[in-house]
């Protein structure tokens, strides 16, 4: 049977759209078409909607992410989209008023129902449990840890009821082990299955610490996420097999597990439901004593359309729904924008095996309902956003260095919030680096992200510590981790036989930056690995100049000169091939450009080396490879094919994403750090677990990916808290090379603590006394 | 490991914060050049060498906030200067924010012999002959120079129209959004250029004896439905909860009554 069949079936009432539809066709004609949020990558599919239903008058307006979306709506730059319900209350918390609630998004197997599920609570009356307050010391069985209904749902309102609160102070431990505390020490056993924290010895550390969170488990030694007294029924095995007092679970699950729609199994007169409110009510199919229902996603729009304008774009909304179910017809699949565009099939009714996922209309719900008020609709569903664990009062504080990255950083706040990630992100301004590495220090700030050269210094001089990476992107996904490979470029049109990597001897050469690891740092380590040049340390880079034929171009290098007091750089050299702000070398407008570290020097940056090859100018340009691919080759300015990679073996190789083959050095990524010292560990350790699950959730493959962008230019700037072509964060593992990669040239450039600036003094004036010997 | 010492209470506007208060934490708000003053006409004198002001500012702005005490727009000072009239060098604005009450009866900070008007703006400017910076100029003698325009009820005004309409946008402390229109300052003052003198303070905490004051005489229009704006935004966080003091957390009111004017001396200079 055509599965699209039942969906006809259910929409026959909304017959009367058609109608409707027809008289309305002749009033939209004069109307500006709604406008509908569509994230940027699925403007193509809209298109496609579009062309289906040609009189739709809606259309499409791009956005970055949901929050964006949100902000669109409010400055009506766009009219609806359709939102979660904890967006809704995003939403609420974003821009306190002038949104409604128009339409649900409802799953057609449940159309009849209010709610996309109600969380329940069913207790044993042998108990004797009459109220909450008689919870304390009982036998409690959830669906998981971390879960909703089985987990944050029954925390929050404990928290709510004033159950939870004393006992998350009985222990200072970071916000996870704080709840795990809270509740061993408040049911006497538990079944709590899945990971509780992300690293295996970690988990069974607790695990052992907190036994009792597992002991009603099937398999309390394993106490996993598949455990059979874990999941929606599997609680209520737990409740019913392992002699417990009460079960967190759904609604659907209390139905099918005791089989209330039929023939109710025996013994299900021995339980009840504990309501909130302390009062009990039978096992049946007319239960009304959730705890929290969850609402169904729906389409939010902007009160400032009037109500016949609601009512049109509900109109709209429907005959888009009604052409997506109606367009599958052999291979049974829903066109593409009925999931990405308008939202609607997304999320599968689990237990169904179907995907005739329809679109409901509620049009009691559609004039005057304020997203907040939505969310109360359901008991006070802001409830278990706003309450879900101990941490309801700390927080880590982000250090951000401008009023727009804060901007960013209070959306991230907010959108984690809203998925119940805690502790809460606030945001340190601050004006930069350096004075965000000294909030962290001190403690206005508890976290950072720098580079991998500010990572080390912030660790050398102020016993900063890094607790993540950010991961880089890589086409190998078994190669995708903390770093980024330093590669070697050049013309795929170099008739250069380079056999031997020694003919890249007198070659010119094109930096970037002389603050960049792959374009300064690795090619200095990899000539001195291969012993094309050596020596004292800090002739490395005299050295360096002079294998290229002192015909290069190092952005900067003209800059450290100075500051660093060594006069003794080979500015000249290092800087003789750049362009500044004119066509060609020694050509330029403006003589201060030539060799300065920023875009107003041409051959500044990975691209800036890239079209110093280009030019003609230089034969070989140092750089990495997300530089290479995220940025330059994605945005189409230049061409794959006119650029090959060289190996230090002295082959090439034309194939541009043979990287992890032909590569001059691993480069370590960004860095989060936050203070050192045991009397920081709790919250270092928040601080880690915080951002891991914000990565996890808003980050691409989460489970909320979409509400906030969390990688990626923010209103055209580049790198706010994370780097753009970042895609993720691990935990910190250091790159063994990357000591050797600054060591050399660094411990020559860069002034740290004064107290060791004499013995610097002492190093940079034997390294001179040196060369200059080597020189008469 | 030093430690930033938390807990000091945070001022505001309500009775248990508000400005009888903020010289428990901020010893300066008791001091002998604070502002703003009861600007008593009879009192002041006509000062004939004084010289009509002359200000021009840049249309950029950079963001509008919500300091928790009203909003705040922060604006690009290249370009913009303000000199004559008492002024001795030349200052670059830096911001403009409003003072307003919860009925129209009160509101402004300065008031005229006696009189308080609905709503006071206040564009703040540092002196950027001296200084190199608005946070090096806060807390010197002649660091800051202030215009304030009193605002009585009238038709809307067409330039704060670009603050009021943005301001549904950062309802809570601490939120902020790029300014995307332009927007001229200069616009907020009066046709009358008429203006009292005198040598003041900061009307917030910390309060620092910094600012020469310029009030202008005559008010300008805002609308019912703008003020009505200002006092529908809200004096905490996005994620903390809804306080529960006399305001319920909205700003109704973020004015400071005036202070003693004591040895100070009021200029006033004729004009128009």
Sequence with gaps: MNPYKRSHAIVLASAIFAILFATAEITFAQKAPFRLCVSVEFMKQCEDMLAAVPNSNVKCVSTVDKIDCITKISKDEADFAPLEPEEMWVAHRFVKEGFIVISEVRWAEFENRNFRYEPVAVVRKSSGIKSISDLAGRKSCHTGFGRNAGWKIPFSHLMDKDQLPKLCDGINAPTTEKDLFAISNYFKEVCAPGAWVPEKDKD????????????????????????????????????????ADIAWTKMDAVISYFKLDSQPIAGTEDYHFLCWDGSSMPLNLNNTCSWAKRPWKAYLSSSRLSSADIGDLQTAITALRNKGNDLPAGDQKLPDWMRNVLEISNEPPRKLNQTDVIFHFETHVAKLTTPISYLSVGKNY????????????????????????????????????????????????????????????????????????????????????????????NHNKDDIGPYRYAIAVIKSSDPQDYKNISALQGKKSCHGSIRSLAGWNAPLAKLRDLNLIGGPTCGLTIQMSQFFGNQSCVPGAKDVAIPTRMPWLPTKNLCSICAGDGPLAGQAFTPDTVCKDDSSERYFGAEGALQCLLDGVGDVAFIDHVELHGKILASGDMKATDFKLLCTNGSTMSNLTNYQACNWGKIPSNQILTRSGDEWEVKREDVRLTLLKISDTLGPGGKAVGVLKLFGPYFGNNDFLFKDTSIGLCDYKSVPEFKSLISDFDYCTTSTAPSLFSSFSILIFSCVALIMARFS | ??????????????????????????PLANGPRQSPIDIQTDNSTLDQSLTPLRYEYSKKSKTLVNTGAGWKVTVVGAGSVLEGGPLNYKYKLEQFHCHWGNDNSCGSEHTVDGKSFPAEIHLVHWNCDKYSSFDEAVDKEDGL?????????????????????????????????????????????????????????????????????????????????????????YNYGRLDRTPEDEFRGKILSNYRPPLELGARKVRYCQLG
């Design chain 2, 145 to 233: 120079a202030v215009l304030g325009i009193f605002f009585q009820v009238g038709n809307e005004n067409g330039t704060m129209s670009c603050v009021t309409d943005l301001l549904h946008r950062v309802p809570h402390k601490d939120d902020i959004i790029p300014m995307e229109f332009e927007i001229d300052p200069a616009k907020f003052i009066p046709e009358n250029p008429s203006y009292w003198t005198y040598p003041g303070s900061l009307t917030t905490p910390p309060c620092l004896e910094s600012v020469s004051w310029i009030v202008f005489r005559e008010p300008v229009d805002i609308s019912e439905k703008q003020l009505e704006v200002f006092r529908s935004m």
């Design chain 1, 204 to 243: 069974l550390e607790l695990k052992k610490k907190y036994p009792n969170l597992c002991q009603l488990c099937e398999n309390p030694s394993l106490c996993s996420r598949d455990d059979k007294h874990g999941g929606y029924e599997g609680a209520l095995k737990c409740l019913t097999q392992k002699g």
């Design chain 1, 382 to 473: 802001s409830v278990t956003i706003e309450k879900p664990s101990c941490a309801t009062g700390s927080s880590i504080k982000f250090c951000v260095k401008n009023d727009l990255e804060k901007s960013k950083c209070l959306s991230l706040q907010l959108a984690a919030a809203g998925r119940r990630v805690l502790p809460k992100v606030d945001c340190v301004l601050a004006e930069t680096d350096l004075e965000c590495i000294q909030k962290v220090g001190n403690g206005q700030a508890d976290l950072v992200n720098l580079s991998p050269k500010d990572s080390d210094w912030a660790q050398r001089n102020y016993d900063l510590v890094p607790v993540l990476s950010e991961v880089e992107w």
């Design chain 2, 1 to 26: 490991m030093v430690l930033q010492t938390h807990g000091i209470k945070e001022w505001g506007y309500c009775n248990h914060n508000g400005p009888s208060t903020w010289g428990e934490n901020f």
